[in-house]
């Protein structure tokens, strides 16, 4: 947005501004605020366009900016808590850095300063999560030529199977048996890192296989758990790509919120897709729990009351439905408007990626993804990215049933390579 000091809003700035730029303005102001309001979104219908409208944003004024900003400092500034336990006061000092951030990136928005405030650059992210509530989508063949399309531009690649209850990424990859050191030899302590259990082959990417034969290897206790996502990160690669089963266990929401990029792999089939949103909304469940669990940076007992309401909205009761995330980010600003701004992180980072696969109409998958998407940003406050459909092909299907080797090594699968190269890039990867 140019600068220029203009007191609000207008409808066509709005209008011109790019939708993950409002994104941002709105969790800026969820911070400030101290309220949801900025989050409110209406659906208007055009000639035959829908867009969205963002009434709050529409008519903010800077004034409004400056006063909840300093409205929010003389609440919160721990000066004026001195009463309060030491674990307080620290959560009161982290609660006023956010709201600082957001304020200086509200007024470089409203052209404030001379130059815009500098946002702190971020990490690459490399670990990419390649997961879906339901068996049978082809997540571990995705997993797979992903792997090795991305190997073959030249990036150092890894794939991890952690799909430990049916482990099969290593027969996508070439293995027409079960490597003799797996991802489960890692997890027992028989080798110290990762890649003392990957297999090495020439022009393809690093191999973790997993062994689904032995027995409980699927029920992780939490601290192998998170020594194996360590060691994930660990990797000396430029992407990690891990394969993960079906079902929404803990440990499959654990590893698919550990990872930069979280891709759900669906199909047209209808409880293919309603799953994939059952596990969007039970990972962001799982999320917000963990947030206001053991992990919290807030005082133990606004933790525990705010991991209260999480459990009533967001799970169904015999009383009715599961509530919206709007709900209860409402719910949480009338109670514990402190606690607002790590909510609304937690739920505004979250951002679940979506890939159909065996597509027979690309259409009904645009109706399909864009319907999943509408429900999502309604029910669950969160942005669901369409990254596209691959085709539904005989001779891939023929080819999953008896070849040992990634299936974009075939030139009749070019097309097939074509479609993943165009999800790689949608999905914003140096490529």
């Not at 066509?12 to 949801?36: E, G, N």
């Not at 721990?78 to 600082?100: F, I, M, T, Y």
């Not at 996508?172 to 297999?199: Q, W």
Request: charged share 25%; net charge positive; with cysteine.
């Amino acid at each position: 947005m140019p600068a220029g000091g203009r007191e609000g809003l207008t409808m066509t700035d709005h209008r011109s501004l790019p939708y993950d730029q409002i994104r941002k303005i709105q969790h800026a102001c969820c911070h400030v605020f101290l309220h949801d309001h900025a989050l409110e979104a209406q659906k208007v219908v055009e000639g035959s366009t829908v867009r969205l409208r963002f009434p709050f944003i529409e008519d903010l004024t800077f004034e409004e900016v400056r006063k909840a900003y300093r409205t929010n400092v003389l609440t919160y500034h721990p000066d004026r808590h001195q009463d309060k336990s030491p674990e307080e006061l620290r959560a009161l000092s982290r609660h006023l850095e956010g709201v600082n951030q957001a304020y200086r990136f509200l007024c470089s928005v409203f052209g404030r300063h001379a130059q815009p405030c500098p946002q702190p650059a971020l990490p690459r992210g490399k670990v990419i999560a390649v997961g879906g509530a339901k068996g049978g989508t082809g997540k571990s063949i995705f997993s797979a030529n992903l792997g090795m399309l991305l190997s073959w531009a030249g990036y150092r690649t890894a794939v991890v199977d952690l799909d430990l209850g049916g482990s099969d990424l290593h027969i996508y990859m070439g293995e027409k048996n079960v490597p003799d050191v797996t991802v489960n030899d890692f997890i027992h302590r028989r080798v110290e890192g990762l890649s003392d259990a990957a297999v090495k082959r020439e022009n393809r990417p690093l191999l973790v296989a997993g062994n689904s034969a032995e027995l409980g290897i699927a029920n992780l206790p939490y601290a192998r758990k998170m020594r194996l996502l360590d060691k994930v990160r660990a990797l000396e690669v430029d992407y990690v790509i891990l394969d993960l089963g079906a079902g929404t266990d803990f440990n499959t929401l654990d590893f698919f919120l550990a990872a930069d990029y979280g891709i759900l792999v669906t199909t047209l089939d209808q409880p293919a897709y309603l799953e994939a949103y059952a596990f969007m909304k039970t990972a962001l469940l799982r999320r917000l729990t963990r947030l206001f669990g053991s992990e919290s940076k807030l005082p133990s007992g606004t933790s525990a009351a705010i991991r209260d309401l999480v459990q009533r909205f967001m799970q169904p009761s015999c009383e009715g439905p599961s509530r919206t995330v709007r709900e209860l980010v409402n719910a949480v600003a009338m109670h514990e408007p402190m606690a607002l701004p790590a909510l609304v992180d937690g739920i505004m980072e979250f951002t679940p990626h979506l890939v159909i696969n065996r597509c027979f109409d690309a259409k009904e998958a645009r109706r399909i993804a864009a319907s999943i998407t509408s429900v999502a940003r309604q029910r669950l406050s969160i942005d669901v990215r369409f990254l596209g459909t691959l085709s539904k092909s005989p001779v891939v299907e023929r080819c999953t049933s008896w070849m040992h080797h990634p299936i974009v090594e075939k030139q009749r699968c070019s097309a097939l390579a074509a479609e993943i190269t165009a999800v790689i890039e949608k999905l914003g990867l140096a490529f």
